[in-house]
């Protein structure tokens, strides 16, 4: 490598000397330098040993091939523009009905948590998780043995008081008869007192047990008086204590499926210890949050579209709160679809219509290209484009509501407008007919 590079420097040194000379002499220094840079390359490349020297007479053989392959074209084609097809329509006027889509979680329509309103000792437990009942079936039952007890002394004090009533009913008949002839009785008594043939003791013997008489009468009038009251006091409590004898059965309020049951036999339980849950989920329903504008477009009974799982099913508006929640200012929703459409817990969508929105200018949604935050459109006028800023509003659909930049009567381009630029030459086909 020394051989080849000592000499490359004097050839340098030589072409200085010839920058001050004529252009001639110049010429024929380059010349020298070139003849003598390619013959002390190939001495340094006869320098190279004969293993490496085979790659380099390769690779030098390699870029000529490239060189030649790649030597331009003197007369080049010149190609045609190809001038796009775009798609236009014009913008027009549009009655379109804004749709918001709210997502929420199906519940079953009917639920409830269970429990007993007496305490007392888990007897039987006949009914499992998952397993479905009809309305009135026992899912639990109490120890009954006092309340059964209770019932039965509550019916024996209730017919003994029947009795009572009946026996002073006839122990007033014969009292008010015994006064009746006591009172007789005192009568003849006075009437022989002015004879002088009645004794005065004989007389007021009379008249104490006359008085002795009137005193039971007067009670007996006062049981049989109150035995309607007493009568229903002992009916309430017999009625008290059927009840309590009833309440010691659970039994289903109404007929669907068990979800959970919170005690085993043998428990101690206590009112208003939830034990069973039941659901029904014949009819499921879609809780949800939505803003005021929503809810001002609702009301109750109206039918919307649900979509769960891809599948669009029809749904009722059950409930709609009319005063927001004061905290998220959100109106709570629920609406219900039924239960073979899909299971609870599942999430859904429901598809809310807003108020219908009249003669209002919008333009495919494809039609705007937004750059920097900024949204346009391409009018086409002869074949020429225009790039128009404009004022999105909401989209509906595959509509997007134009606010400011656009007439009704303006023809734009629909779509693939990313490629596309101001002033651009372009052939136009209707896009109502591709």
């Known amino acids: ?25 110049q010429a024929r220094g380059k010349i020298a330098y070139n003849g003598l840079n390619f013959k002390y390359f190939i001495i340094s490349v006869l320098s190279i040993k004969t293993g490496a020297r ?36 014009t913008v027009g006027l549009h009655d379109l009905v804004p749709m918001e889509t709210v997502s929420g979680r199906l519940e079953p329509a009917r639920k409830t948590a269970l429990h007993f309103e007496l305490a007392g000792q888990i007897h039987a437990r006949p009914v499992e998780p998952g397993q479905s009942v009809r309305a009135g079936e026992p899912l639990l039952m109490l120890a009954s ?15 003994q008081e029947t009795r009572n ?30 004879d002088s043939l009645v004794s005065k003791s004989r007389l007021d013997e009379t008249r104490i047990k006359l008085i002795q008489l009137e005193s039971e009468v007067a009670q007996l009038k006062s049981s049989v008086a109150s035995e309607e009251s007493r009568l229903a006091l002992r009916e309430a409590a017999r009625n008290r204590a059927a009840r309590n004898l009833k309440r010691t059965q659970l039994p289903a309020p109404f007929a669907g499926t068990v979800n959970a049951v919170n005690a085993q036999v043998g428990d101690y339980v206590t009112p208003n210890q939830a034990l069973v849950d039941l659901v029904d989920a014949a009819s499921l329903d879609l809780y949800a949050e939505v803003r005021g504008n929503i809810a001002q477009s609702l009301a109750q009974g109206q039918v919307v579209t649900v ?23 959100t109106h709570a929703l629920r609406v219900r679809i039924a239960g073979d459409q899909a299971r609870p817990g599942q999430v859904a969508q429901v598809r809310l219509p807003l108020r219908e929105l009249h003669g209002v200018t919008a333009v495919p949604s494809t039609a705007l290209l937004f750059d920097e935050g900024r949204a346009s459109v391409f009018l086409v ?9 404009v004022k999105p509003g909401e989209r509906v659909d595959g509509l997007q509501i134009v606010l400011q930049g656009l007439s009704a009567s303006d023809r734009v381009v629909t779509r693939d407008v990313s490629a596309l630029s101001h002033g651009q030459q372009v052939q136009v086909t209707d896009a109502a007919t591709d």
């Not at 080849?4 to 920058?19: D, E, F, R, T, Y």
């Not at 043995?145 to 017919?159: C, K, P, R, V």
């Open 307 to 329: 979509e769960v799982n891809g599948v669009q099913v029809p749904g009722e508006v059950i409930a709609l709160q009319i005063d927001p929640n004061p905290e998220t200012f």
């Open 1 to 25: 490598m020394h051989v080849a590079v000592m000499p490359l420097s004097i050839i340098g040194k030589l072409c200085q000397v010839n920058s001050g000379r004529p252009a001639r002499w």
């Open 381 to 389: 006028n002869s074949n020429t484009l225009r790039q128009v800023e």
């Open 165 to 194: 009533i009946q026996r002073d009913r006839e122990l007033l008949k014969l009292s008010r008869n015994n006064y009746t002839l006591q009172k007789n009785d005192l009568d003849r008594l006075l009437k022989l007192g002015e």
């Open 54 to 89: 085979f790659y380099v007479l390769a690779a030098l053989v390699g870029v000529a091939i490239l060189l030649l392959l790649t030597v331009p074209d003197e007369n080049p084609e010149l190609q045609q523009v190809i001038v796009p097809v775009v798609q236009v329509a």
């Open 145 to 159: 043995g006092d309340y059964e007890d209770a019932l039965a002394e509550a019916e024996a004090q209730l017919a």
